[in-house]
T-cell receptor, first 108, second 117 residues
Framework: SLVLTQPPSMSVAPGQAAAITCGGN??????VHWYQQKPGQAPVLVVY???DRPSGIPERFSGSNSGHTATLTISTVEAGDEADYYC???????????FGGGTRLTVL | EVELVESGGGLVTPGGSLRLSCGAS????????MNWVRQAPGKGLEWVSY??????????SDSVRGRLTISRDNAKNSLFLQMNSLRSEDTAVYYC???FGNGGWDSWGQGALVTVS
């Protein structure tokens, strides 16, 4: 079955870029979605279909997907971006939803 | 405005049952697939179940198949999760979420806490 692997944590200084990866077998052939979750809150969709942003999500958030790795990039990190980030795909081979384990982003 | 509101969470003893509801408003409920996902304390997101708009397609994660049952009432704009034979490992916040397009979930409820103890 498909497993999505994310780094458990990463730290970035304000103003720097953060690239959060999501690795999975041939994930480049699937639609990848990304969620931001702050403590005590429900997740929020920040990127869908690999690279599209819902309305209201800043342009600082972008996505890419190729081969075995999808990436969520926050171009200029702000303190308010500190959160857990999850990648998500539909595994059509098993009719299952799969989430990555999540990446905790800390803004230094 | 799209809104999803879960209810029905609470404390239940192992082996017991609970029924979660998710009330939807602000959109044409019948046109959207819906999901339940859960999050154990301090853990990541775990998908539980999916139901298509007309209930013709239903899927479950391996960890809940046979114990949890998803359903919906489009006339009442409501999604349900019947939870039977509950175990301590089912303790989590349960979210309902709306799926759109190629499967992104663009709207989430605030979550309902289920504690099995």
């Amino acid at each position: 079955s498909l497993v999505l692997t994310q780094p458990p944590s990463m730290s970035v200084a304000p103003g720097q870029a953060a690239a959060i990866t999501c690795g999975g077998n041939n994930i480049g052939h699937k639609h990848v979605h990304w969620y931001q979750q702050k403590p005590g809150q429900a997740p929020v969709l920040v990127v869908y279909d690999d690279r599209d942003r819902p309305s209201g999500i800043p342009e600082r958030f972008s996505g890419s997907n190729s081969g075995h790795t999808a990436t969520l990039t926050i171009s200029t990190v702000e303190a308010g971006d500190e959160a857990d980030y999850y990648c998500h795909v539909w595994d059509s081979s098993r009719d299952h939803v799969v989430f990555g384990g999540g990446t905790r982003l800390t803004v230094l | 405005e799209v809104e999803l509101v879960e209810s029905g969470g609470g404390l239940v003893t192992p082996g017991g049952s609970l029924r979660l509801s998710c009330g939807a408003s602000g959109f044409m409920f019948r046109s959207y697939a819906m999901n339940w996902v859960r999050q154990a304390p301090g853990k990541g997101l775990e998908w539980v179940s999916y139901i298509s708009g007309d209930s013709s397609f239903i899927y479950y994660s391996d960890s809940v198949r046979g114990r949890l049952t998803i359903s919906r009432d489009n006339a009442k704009n409501s999604l349900f999760l019947q939870m039977n034979s509950l175990r301590s490992e089912d303790t989590a916040v349960y979210y309902c979420a709306r799926a759109f397009g190629n499967g992104g979930w663009d709207s989430w409820g605030q979550g309902a806490l289920v504690t099995v103890s």
